[in-house]
């Protein structure tokens, strides 16, 4: 794989058009909805606009645009670790774990601690027991290949994936629908300070992965080229794994499974840009957030006052724009 290069204002150049686009997208992503809002009678605290901005659409984008912003940091992560265009966050099984953990709360009735629910919390907790599970698999030694991982990855995907649906086939009428509804992913407006820990964790881990932008260019080329030049390539795929699985984790346990974010993004910027990591991570993280937040918006008002789960709406425009991206590439080449 030939890493292309962006001269520095380029690369500059192409990451502030990404942080504007998803500015926009969060500026006006509040104002959309059944009911108009006025932003200045809400900075006055003025009802029904305050309520309806501050409490109810303005913590949704921001979810929106930090579980975008991570799971496309993911999907540039994995594809690099994996050397495989059509990885995503949920390759390796992690989200499956949380959904493995969130079903079984919803099957078991746990209703929470405090104002933390129960899915939460053990949709975290079943994604770092596959993390843990994975990387014991694919570690030997002290050396770690990305196809012991990918298989070891896909193996845990799949068991979990049998143990929600025996799960699923045990529970009652109600607990179905509350697994599917579940397993659909979906955006709400969550306490801000729910919101401030989640952008804290997204936002460090972008900013170490940015770091390390040149391993993984050498890292995406090969594993022998990366180790000619000096990386520890098992050291790096460790920091990665866990990083990406972080990533995940932190955020599925919170949204449910969002499909296509992490596939979709980084490979159309992939194909755009060149595989350059500095510019593919703060690009992936700035239109990752700006499409799941138009995503959210449209779910949340095309057959309002219904709302469509998120992850159905992103599988509707992700697929066929992806579809369209893979046959552009064909006939270009």
């Not at 509040?30 to 303005?58: C, H, K, M, Q, T």
């Not at 025996?166 to 579940?182: D, E, P």
């Not at 397993?183 to 969550?190: D, F, K, R």
Request: charged share 10%; aromatic share 10%; with cysteine.
């Amino acid at each position: 794989m030939v890493t292309k290069t962006l001269a520095p204002k380029s690369l500059a150049a192409v990451v502030v058009a990404s942080a504007l686009a998803m500015a926009v997208v969060g500026a006006l992503a509040p104002l959309v909805g059944p009911a108009s809002v006025n932003y200045s009678r809400a900075w006055a605290g003025l009802s029904p606009d305050y309520e309806i901005l501050f409490f109810a659409r303005l913590p949704r984008v921001l979810l929106a645009l930090i579980a975008g912003g991570g799971l496309a940091v993911a999907g540039v992560l994995f594809q690099a670790l994996l050397r495989d265009a059509l990885a995503t966050p949920y390759t390796l099984g992690i989200s499956t774990g949380a959904s493995l953990g969130a079903v079984l709360a919803i099957c078991l009735g746990w209703s929470g601690w405090g104002p933390v629910p129960a899915t939460w919390v053990s949709a975290f907790a079943g994604s770092a027991a596959v993390l843990l599970i994975v990387l014991a698999v694919a570690s030997e030694g002290r050396r770690m290949s990305s196809f012991t991982l990918l298989l070891a990855g896909v193996t845990i995907n799949s068991i979990c994936m049998a143990g929600i649906m025996f799960l699923q086939y045990l529970s009652t009428f109600g607990q179905s629908f509350a697994i599917v509804r579940w397993l659909m992913g979906g955006i709400e407006a969550l306490d801000y300070w729910i919101l401030a820990w989640l952008a804290v964790i997204v936002t460090a881990v972008a900013a170490v992965l940015f770091w390390k932008s040149r391993e993984w260019n050498l890292l995406a080329a090969g594993e022998d080229w990366a180790a000619a030049r000096g990386v520890s390539t098992s050291r790096v795929m460790l920091t990665g794994y866990l990083a990406g699985s972080f990533l995940t984790g932190s955020i599925t346990s919170l949204t449910g499974p969002i499909g296509f974010v992490g596939l979709i993004v980084p490979h159309a910027l992939r194909l755009r840009l060149g595989a350059d990591h500095r510019v593919l991570i703060p690009c992936s993280f700035f239109l990752g957030a700006a499409f799941l937040a138009v995503c959210d918006t449209l779910s949340r008002t095309i057959l309002a006052p219904l709302e469509i789960p998120v992850g159905v709406t992103t599988a509707i425009i992700g697929g066929p724009f992806f579809i369209s991206l893979l046959k552009t590439r064909s006939r270009a080449a």
